[in-house]
């Protein structure tokens, strides 16, 4: 494990609160929790300690965006009238500033009839055109591991892996190793369905890798932080992960520290919130870009908030607020 020290200087944080595409085969109110709390708006986490042998060697520099739940169907689609370069044009170039964009796509990209999803909260159907692939190409990944890839089914879902990789976008499902320089990098995805981590698959990965990175789909909708999120992060940063981030509830959380052996401190966003959707709740209107860079065996992270308007992605210049 790595080492990490910790620079903090103000900010604040909001908690509110396909097998092939059509060419290849022809309520009750939710109460949301809300609570603010003062912390950096930009972080520096230092003196990573590398896993490579040769200490002296400072590693590759890597810049990551993460952003969170990604739905381009129903409102999304409407509103843009099937513009498919309109919803991410306001924060293009920003995304194209980061070596990796990676994202949680609950749209599955498909033609197939729905099928019910994995979903034990009601029936939504999130399953959107193909032709929508458009609006996603700056993403480097999405993930696919969550509560709606399997709206169209499994068909469905791999009309969406195949349309994704037509896109030149990686779908993420369990591990997916790259290399940055001469260097292992893993991203590990996973979505909590109430079974345990693969904690053994977890640390072998992390031995192997210079970073270790989980970006996981769990939690409770509209809510804050539970204690079963909170367990598996502590799972996670004792099997060897370097950095969390999560999905899924659809409205922001904090970002914490979880203690490490020898003075470690490993980051974990709990959720980065909406990204692009079309709920209508204030809380799920706006979301969090989560920036990590990599320099010099040490961590960067920046938070940049934003706002949904009429199906865009648009930067919150002004601090996140209550509703």
Same mark, same amino acid.
Do not use: C
């Given at each position: 494990m790595k080492w990490v020290w910790i620079f903090v200087i103000g900010g604040i944080? +909001?908690? !509110?609160?396909? +097998?092939?595409?059509? &060419?290849?085969?022809k309520n009750k109110k939710s109460i949301l929790l809300y609570r603010s709390q003062k912390i950096s708006n930009n972080l520096e986490l230092n003196q990573k300690k590398s896993k490579i042998d040769d200490s002296s060697h400072t590693g590759p520099n890597l810049s990551i965006l993460f952003v @969170? &739940?990604?739905?381009?169907?129903? =409102?999304?689609?409407?509103?843009?009238?099937?513009?498919?370069?309109?919803p991410l044009e306001p924060v293009v170039s920003l995304l194209k500033q980061s070596t990796w964009v990676v994202g949680n796509l609950e749209s599955p990209l498909t033609t197939q009839p729905f099928r019910g999803g994995r979903s034990s909260i009601g029936n939504y159907d999130l399953r959107a055109n193909p032709a929508a692939v458009a609006a996603l190409r700056p993403f480097t990944f999405l993930n696919l591991e969550n509560n709606h890839a399997l709206d169209g089914g499994m068909l469905g879902l791999e009309q969406t892996r195949y349309t994704l990789s037509k896109a030149g976008i990686v779908p993420l499902e369990g591990f997916h190793k790259? /290399?940055? @320089?001469?260097?292992?990098?893993? #991203?590990?995805?996973?979505? &909590?369905?109430?079974?345990?981590?693969? #904690?053994?698959?977890?640390?072998?990965?992390?031995?192997?890798?210079?970073?270790?990175?989980?970006?996981?789909?769990? @939690?409770? $909708?509209? /809510?804050?932080?539970? !204690?079963?999120?909170? $367990?598996?992060?502590r799972q996670l940063v004792d099997a060897g992960v370097d950095l969390i981030v999560g999905t899924g509830p659809h409205v922001v959380q904090p970002l914490e520290?979880? !203690?490490f052996k020898d003075s470690v401190n490993v980051?974990?966003?709990?959720? #980065? =919130?909406?990204?692009?959707? &079309?709920?209508?709740?204030p809380?799920?209107?706006?979301?969090?870009? +989560?920036?990590?860079?990599?320099?010099?065996?040490?961590?960067?992270? $920046?938070?940049? !908030? /934003?706002?949904?308007q009429a199906g865009q992605v648009k930067l919150k210049t002004s601090n996140l607020t209550g509703f």
């Open positions: 944080l +909001l908690i !509110p609160s396909f +097998l092939l595409n059509n &060419d290849y085969f @969170g &739940d990604v739905m381009v169907a129903r =409102g999304v689609a409407q509103q843009n009238h099937n513009q498919w370069n309109r790259t /290399t940055l @320089g001469s260097q292992h990098v893993t #991203l590990f995805s996973w979505m &909590d369905q109430g079974k345990p981590l693969p #904690l053994e698959q977890i640390k072998n990965a992390a031995r192997g890798n210079i970073l270790l990175i989980a970006y996981v789909h769990w @939690g409770s $909708e509209y /809510t804050g932080i539970t !204690p079963r999120q909170r $367990e598996l992060a520290f979880i !203690p980051p974990v966003a709990y959720s #980065l =919130g909406n990204f692009l959707f &079309d709920q209508r709740m809380a799920t209107r706006v979301g969090l870009m +989560l920036r990590a860079s990599w320099v010099h065996q040490k961590w960067y992270l $920046e938070r940049i !908030p /934003t706002r949904i």
